[in-house]
């Protein structure tokens, strides 16, 4: 069973909506956090949004703060990002991560080193 598996992403005019869901496996589900990073052509992965399992806590990149809005449904083992007044500098690869034994996993800014289990990813692309 593939852990996590990221859906939709798309494109999308400047200024639109999408909103990324993660289905993740029973046991990646239960990870201490659970995270959003993208990945421009040429660029390193950068972290966008990361949550605790409880869900009590985010932390959001500088540049999506306002909005972007990260949650997560325990119950159907779903991550998802609301991305509302998208920019065409948020075009990108965007991936589902899970920290399973990382304490410091929420803390900012967000780094990829601190997840051990990743998606394949979902391409966005806005427009301008």
């Known amino acids: 069973q593939v852990p996590l598996v990221e859906s939709g992403g798309g494109s999308v005019q400047a200024g639109g909506s999408l909103r990324l869901s993660c289905a993740a496996s029973?046991?990646?589900?239960?990870?201490?956090?659970m995270g959003w990073f993208r990945q421009a052509p040429g660029k390193e992965r950068e972290g966008v949004a990361g949550i605790y399992a409880s869900g009590s806590s985010t932390v959001y990149a500088d540049s999506v703060k306002g909005r972007f809005t990260i949650s997560r449904d325990n119950a159907k083992n779903t991550l998802y990002l609301q991305m509302n007044a998208m920019k065409p500098e948020d075009t990108a690869m965007y991936y589902c991560?899970?920290?399973?034994?990382?304490?410091?996993?929420?803390?900012?800014?967000?780094?990829?080193?601190?997840?051990?289990?990743w998606g394949r990813g979902t391409q966005v692309t806005v427009s301008s």
């Open positions: 029973l046991y990646t589900s239960s990870s201490a956090c």
């Open positions: 991560a899970a920290a399973t034994a990382n304490p410091s996993c929420l803390s900012p800014p967000l780094l990829s080193r601190r997840y051990n289990i």
